[in-house]
């Protein structure tokens, strides 16, 4: 890894200013001063010794940073941040939503990937969302009480504190309950997500009281938003744990508001969910050795396949972002998408060929077709016969201790704000992940992502994902731990991540802030970021690809190890974010 120059060490710290937050500790004791960043330390990377935290929100940073300072761990911190962000980024953050993370233990140099990931309630099966002519009821699916899967956030928070967790559990629910008790400021990201999901939540009455004035009226920048419900939702979970969740209090409000709507989930979903500890799917990318997520995540299959085909090619030589690299990535980026469309599902039901996705030999045969003079069309791609062997509104945070372990967390709602549904009494947003299936084989889901059998809905299956936690190790120790949201987008956001510090040699801010490119097989086209040279794009148009501009994509939450101490990195694509380290 490229070590960084000490002109940027120099800047790599937070400033005092902005609003300052008084959090209590878990004892009720110590007071810790939470200061928000000037705006300025958003484009400059943080330098910290003892422990670092990045997360797309920056009280839930600040939040990572006390634990840190109160001699948690790694894991302390990212239970504590996972909690804090249900409070500060409602979009994404969450307790009525599910995800992963990974999580190496420095001590041992061991590593494991905790599935935290939704379950479809036992009600739903295969044609569960059809309508009467056959086709998908696209409005049950995502906006009603029937697209929540059941949540494992609280559960995977519960199950990693468990293995790996030194603080007292009461101490890292703690700080969120101080947030949402009180109110948070409402930030100008926040009140403008708020006003872009205000129709979707206007149906319902106990979104409307949660995220709304009394009047109606829209929260502006600077205004409190205050959650009662949440802070005593999250009250019940620091005195009861995850018992609270799924068969206390907090279930019997989650059943009794998805009775009142014709909602899936019932008292026995909640009581049978179980998180899940699993291998990481591992791979090796120029000497150092790739850590991700496995299934029900098609992210770290296709990241290792990806690489494995990059692989191929000099890319160092042929430039970051240069016509000749990019071409090579959208073709490798449309046989990784097909291939998953046909085998990527939920491993406890169906046999995903794991090791012959990933292996060395499947890529080279797939690389040979790749035609470097000429855009392959998205018709004439089919999924592989690799060998046999035996959501936009996603958040991720990575953590780091002074130790040396690792946590890197992506979890979400699917959607912003998920279904747009607060279950009413307990101030938690219901997520509307059984989108992520597919509800008819073929037929596109909200990010465009084509499925087949394998992620056919089924009673207790877990859906199919693309969030990607992922951890570079040299020498069995980390060196980059990072993960984005951005739905399909965050296998090929995490990818070029990788390739642009191991490739391109470049720090992490470099790393995080150059343009984006992706493709996904269906539809055939290659979306690219503002910033490419037009002389690059008329290139990749005369190569045959369909190039169209849009959107940022990802919002990547990083952490480098240099000799010294981890440096971190918040993208700027989205604003709000934070590294906060000491």
Do not use: C
Not at 186 to 193: F, H, I, K, M, W
Not at 265 to 293: E, Q, W
Not at 320 to 325: C, I, P, V, Y
Not at 528 to 545: A, F, I, K, M, Q
């Amino acid at each position: 890894m490229p070590p960084w120059p000490s002109s940027v060490r120099s800047l790599a710290r937070l400033l005092a200013g902005g609003i300052a937050l008084l959090l209590l500790s878990g004892s009720g004791a110590a007071r810790t001063e939470l200061a928000l960043p000037d705006a300025r330390d958003r484009i400059h990377p943080v330098y910290a010794r003892q422990g670092l935290v990045v997360a797309q929100e920056v009280l839930a940073s600040q939040v990572g940073r006390v634990i840190l300072q109160q001699g948690g761990n790694a894991t302390d911190a990212a239970v504590a941040v996972g909690f804090a962000l249900a409070v500060t980024l409602p979009q994404a953050g969450n307790l009525g939503g599910g995800g992963f993370m990974l999580v190496h233990d420095a001590a041992t140099r061991q590593n494991e990937a905790l599935d935290f990931r939704e379950t479809a309630p036992a009600a739903a099966g295969r044609d569960f969302y059809l309508n009467e002519r056959g086709e998908v009821d696209e409005t049950r699916l995502r906006h009603s009480h029937q697209a929540a899967g059941v949540p494992g956030t609280v559960a995977g928070l519960a199950l990693v504190h468990q293995r790996h967790g030194r603080l007292p559990w009461r101490q890292l629910v703690e700080p969120a309950i101080r947030l949402a008790e009180p109110g948070i400021p409402v930030s100008p990201e926040l009140a403008r997500s708020l006003q872009e999901a205000r129709e979707r939540m206007a149906p319902w009455p106990a979104s409307r009281k949660v995220f709304f004035k009394a009047d109606g009226a829209a929260y502006l920048p600077g205004e409190t938003l205050v959650q009662p419900d949440l802070a005593e939702s999250l009250k019940l979970i620091a005195e009861q744990g995850l018992s609270a969740f799924y068969e206390g209090d907090i279930a019997r409000k989650l059943v009794a508001d998805m009775k009142a709507h014709q909602g899936a989930i019932t008292s026995d979903d909640l009581k049978h969910y179980r998180a899940v500890v699993r291998a990481p799917v591992r791979g090796t990318y120029r000497g150092y050795d790739i850590l991700s997520m496995p299934p029900p995540s098609s992210g770290g299959v296709h990241l290792i396949q990806l690489l494995n085909l990059l692989e191929t090619w000099p890319l160092g030589e042929l430039g970051a972002n240069s016509a000749a690299t990019i071409h090579r990535l959208a073709e490798a980026m449309k046989l990784a998408y097909a291939d998953r469309s046909e085998y990527l599902g939920d491993p406890d039901f169906v046999k995903v060929p794991v090791a012959g996705l990933t292996s060395k030999a499947y890529a080279k045969e797939r690389a040979a077709r790749i035609d470097l003079n000429r855009a392959r069309p998205a018709a004439d791609i089919k999924p592989g016969q690799p060998p046999r062997y035996e959501s936009e509104q996603t958040t991720h945070y990575s953590v780091a201790d002074r130790d040396g372990n690792v946590v890197a967390v992506t979890y979400t709602l699917n959607l912003a704000y998920g279904s747009g549904i607060v279950a009413a009494g307990t101030g938690i947003l219901l997520n509307n992940e059984m989108d992520d299936f597919a509800a008819k084989p073929g037929v596109p889901n909200a990010y465009g992502l084509t499925g087949g059998a394998a992620n056919a809905v089924g009673p207790g299956k877990r859906p199919l994902s693309s969030m990607t936690p992922t951890l570079v190790l040299k020498d069995d120790r980390p060196v980059l731990v990072t993960g984005s949201p951005g739905g399909s987008r965050i296998i090929t956001t995490v990818l070029q991540l990788v390739s642009n510090v191991i490739d391109h040699r470049m720090n992490l801010a470099e790393a995080t802030v150059a343009p984006r490119v992706h493709h996904q097989w269906l539809p055939d086209e290659l979306r690219v970021e503002e910033g490419l040279s037009p002389d690059t794009v008329r290139l990749l148009e005369g190569l045959g690809h369909r190039v169209v501009v849009r959107e940022a994509m990802g919002d990547a939450q990083s952490l480098l190890r240099a000799p010294e101490g981890w440096y971190g990195f918040s993208d700027t694509r989205r604003p709000g974010g934070s590294a906060a380290g000491h």
